[in-house]
């Protein structure tokens, strides 16, 4: 399942459980190693329940009616009881209708809750003699578990739509069933829908039949697999057909989208499955692989067995596939699946990282096939830096853990981005060559098993002889990771490099990391500086280590964990020469960008200078993204010169990153140079939101100057011509609307966005936007914002939920928790609930500070203006000062 925090921009990388911006990260309480904790009030410990046999085949036999939101039929379950005498049996089975079990034509009494079924058999079990229970039952307008789409009075042009979604355990909220991992089964679907549309589902198509105005689909999976990952997906979809070795690839997607936009988006999914094949030692397993794009999904996608259901908001036209991989990237997650959690299914939710970290992992392996090591290297930083904003910003927790409230709590940045990591490492720690062996070895012993975490453990072990414990006890069975800080000296009388380490977190990291030394030479004929490189090992477990190094010459740059492979924070304490060079010639991109943010902190022309070359020499796109960033966290004039020139870079990523950076100089000159992107366009969707953002913050900012008025007209003419892909640009005008929370006419025009009947991204980033308005805001706009907000809670559209709780996470006011708790009291969604509980903790906190510190900032904020002002003064009067000097003869 692809449950990263993504937004308009990032599909599929982030983490939480949509496709949406989730809860804004709230302020967590880091001092002295501390951090906030995953579990909250009525978490426990959570096991899987008795097995009383093993589940060998699912049936489904269903008429859906989609005009009264409903399926009905029968679920027959065989199972082959583990011992005799067992006298009932209980299934998961929630809001239900329950008419009638019987096994073959005898009735059995059953007594249901609502939310267990519980069956008395007539006959007691006999171990290993199969039964077989047919449960006649409806699902009535289901909270969870499927969803029904359909065109409506805001929304005339929706597709007719039915979508399940299983995982974690919703499975029992439209059909009967032991509803956890451990049972892996067969499973068959037949539905009658109406003949205008598809319905598509696990394994092969048995048959299609018309039954009147109807059609029944029958579809049959032969490989076992467990109820999370049964689905049904119906709708008038277009079908586009592609092949892997003869096996079908099928992409679906709504009508209003054309064969060229699918293959745009999916296109590359026969060579992912070579690709995967070949990585995992085990050839794809299933006799077809099916996407089905669904509207108003409520994940990025979802690894169903042979058939993915993905959000229609990853599809992409032209422009759009101009600078976005996260639809690609998406594609590979959920493809990666069928090996790490379909093929080889967890056995209890608290190892789900084993299959989400690997699929997670996926990503990078493809991006390093499709567009080599450098980019794959900057997608494992992006991947780490969302698991380390988790960790400082909302909790720290082990990995594996069984204690929490429900499931789906999992789902998060530990899982995935920290999961995908533990698996870079062990890769780095074994090598490339053992590491897959083990890979394989796991996979091929547990095909169509269930697995925990001990058992890639084992494989390992077996595979290779390495014992990795010591790693897996480090990284997840605890929580946290490593925090260095790192020096260098040169000892030139006995040719010694120093290097000293210091851990500065809690609890100590024992790794054994490369320290490279890089020489830089120049090929004879060439004029091109290339970097030999001399790479030792060494022991990193104290609190403080100092190492020596005896070398022939001294090196231009020291490389700590040479390649960056471990997941850890560096600061590093190196002088200016040996950073410059690192950014100049170090051939590890995650090196070069550690030495770009070590030299903005030194500040001053020297560092503007070697930034300046970087963004305009650098080769990487990733470094010049990381550069522009940095040039603009030095708050010199020059700086801003040297950034703005960033903006011819042929890179839309780059661009966008020289926006974000001149974004941050609250001047008139900022505003003139990213309006331009605004108003006169430019070939990426994403340059132009972000442009859209800036100049409502920059307007916001000049306040005295007359610009908020000429922005805000300028934004709203955004708004009523530039539609397009996902709403991108719109959304990204509302955001900037948001920043002048101040105008009267601003958030009127935002609230006007939230109406039902505006396009669904473009809504969802208003009612978040409001969230941004409330904050420090005078008591009547408080006052409107939060009714407004209170209107929207009630309704029951999941994202329509969680941009609420991100709304309401923002504004501080205690009425704000009062609809927050309100909403997580109403939710059926566990997800929804957590996000609402943290979001009023966060209201909390900021209802306690100082009224004071508004304007305390304001006044900070005055005097680094004035300060930069001065700073860049006398560095221009001493760079003129130099130029002067005369010069030794």
Not at 353 to 373: I, N, R, S
């Amino acid at each position: 399942m692809a449950s990263k925090t993504s937004s308009l921009q990032q599909i599929s990388s982030d983490r939480t459980f949509t496709f949406e911006n989730s809860l804004a990260a709230w302020d967590g309480d880091n001092g002295n190693g501390k951090h906030k904790s995953f579990q909250l009030p009525g978490a426990k410990p959570h096991y899987n329940p008795d097995r009383p046999g093993q589940v060998e085949h699912i049936g489904l036999d269903l008429v859906v009616d989609i005009a009264k939101l409903t399926i009905a039929g029968t679920c027959t379950i065989r199972i082959n009881p583990v011992r005799s005498g067992i006298t009932d049996l209980t299934l998961d089975a929630v809001s239900l209708r329950i008419d009638g079990v019987k096994i073959g034509k005898v009735a059995q009494p059953f007594d249901y809750d609502g939310e267990f079924l519980k069956v008395s058999l007539v006959e007691p079990t006999v171990a290993n003699h199969p039964i077989t229970l047919a449960i006649a039952y409806a699902a009535v307008q289901p909270q969870r578990g499927i969803y029904f789409v359909m065109p409506s009075e805001h929304y005339p042009n929706k597709p007719t739509q039915v979508w399940t979604q299983g995982e974690d355990e919703d499975s029992r909220f439209w059909f009967p069933c032991f509803d956890y991992p451990g049972q892996l089964a067969t499973s068959e679907i037949k539905v009658r829908v109406p003949k205008e549309l598809k319905a598509v589902s696990n394994g092969e198509l048995v048959s299609v039949t018309k039954a009147g105005k109807d059609t029944i689909y029958h579809w049959s999976q032969k490989e076992i697999h467990p109820s999370y990952l049964m689905t049904l997906a119906i709708g008038d979809f277009l079908e586009v057909t592609d092949e892997w070795r003869g096996k079908p690839v099928t992409y679906y997607v709504d009508k209003a989208w054309s064969e060229a936009d699918a293959r745009r988006t999916m296109g590359k999914t026969p060579q992912m499955i070579e690709f995967f094949s070949q990585k995992y030692g085990y050839d794809y397993a299933f006799p077809k692989y099916a996407q089905v794009c669904v509207a108003d999904f409520i994940f990025g996608g979802m690894e169903n067995t042979s058939t993915t259901l993905l959000t229609d908001r990853c599809m992409l036209d032209e422009r759009a596939a101009l600078d976005n991989r996260a639809s690609e990237s998406l594609v590979a997650h959920e493809l990666a699946h069928q090996w790490f959690g379909d093929l080889v299914v967890i056995k209890h939710w608290s190892h789900a990282w084993v299959k989400e970290g690997a699929a997670t992992y996926a990503e990078v392996l493809w991006t390093d096939h499709e567009y080599g090591a450098e980019d794959a290297a900057y997608y494992r930083l992006m991947e780490m830096r969302n698991y380390l904003a988790e960790d400082a910003e909302r909790y720290r927790r082990p990995i594996v853990t069984h204690v929490y409230r429900e499931a789906i709590e999992l789902y998060d940045r530990h899982t995935y981005e920290k999961g995908g990591c533990v698996y870079h490492m062990i890769r780095t720690e074994l090598g490339d060559e053992l590491f897959w062996k083990a890979i394989h070895l796991f996979v091929q012993q547990n095909a169509h098993k269930t697995v925990e975490t001990i058992d890639l453990i084992r494989a390992i072990e077996q595979a290779t002889g390495r014992n990795c414990l010591s790693l897996f006890d480090q990284y997840v069975f605890r929580g946290g990771h490593p925090e260095y800080k790192l020096g260098y000296s040169w000892d030139a009388e006995n040719n010694l490099a120093k290097v000293t380490v210091s851990q500065t977190q809690e609890d100590l990291f024992d790794l054994k990391l490369p320290i490279a030394f890089g020489f830089e030479a120049k090929s004879e004929g060439q004029s091109e500086v290339k970097s030999e490189l001399k790479i030792f090992k060494v022991r990193v477990f104290e609190k403080d280590q100092a190492f020596y190094f005896p070398l022939e010459s001294k090196p231009s740059f020291v490389s700590f964990d040479h390649g960056n492979d471990y997941l850890k924070q560096v600061t590093l304490e190196y002088g200016m020469a040996e950073l410059k060079a690192s950014l100049l010639s170090n051939p590890d991109p995650l090196a070069k960008i550690q030495a770009a943010e070590a030299i903005a902190k030194k500040g001053g022309l020297e560092a503007i200078n070697a930034l300046e070359q970087a963004l305009l020499n650098e080769p990487f796109w990733g470094v010049r993204v990381e550069v522009a960033g940095q040039l603009a966290s030095i708050k010199l004039d020059q700086a801003f010169t040297a950034l703005i020139k960033g903006l011819a870079d042929t890179d839309a990523r780059v661009r966008r990153a020289v926006l974000n950076g001149l974004a941050t100089s609250k001047t008139q000159e900022s505003l003139d140079a990213i309006k331009p992107f605004l108003k006169k366009g430019d070939p990426s969707y994403l340059v132009e939101a972000t442009a859209a953002t800036h100049v409502g913050d920059l307007a916001a900012a000049l306040s005295a100057e007359r610009e908020p008025s000429k922005v805000i007209k300028l934004l709203h003419t955004t708004l009523k011509e530039k539609a397009g892909w996902n709403e991108v640009v719109r959304s990204g005008a509302i955001a900037g609307l948001a920043k002048l929370k101040d105008s009267d006419e601003a958030l009127e025009i935002v609230i006007q966005y939230t109406a039902p009947d505006v396009p669904q991204p473009l809504r969802l980033a208003a009612i978040r936007a409001l969230g941004a308005m409330g904050k420090s805001q005078t008591k009547p706009k408080t006052e409107k914002i939060l009714n407004r907000l209170q209107a929207i809670a009630r309704e029951t559209f999941f994202l329509t939920q969680v941009s609420v709780v991100s709304a309401l996470g923002q504004v501080d006011s205690p009425a704000a928790i009062g609809i927050l708790q309100a909403l997580a009291d109403q939710t059926p969604d566990g997800r929804v609930r957590r996000m609402a509980d943290e979001a009023v903790q966060r209201v909390q906190k900021a209802i306690g500070k100082d009224a004071g510190i508004k304007q305390l900032r304001e006044e900070l904020n005055q005097l680094k203006k004035e300060n930069q002002e001065l700073r860049s003064r006398l560095e221009a009067v001493e760079a003129k000062a130099k130029s002067q000097a005369p010069t030794a003869k």
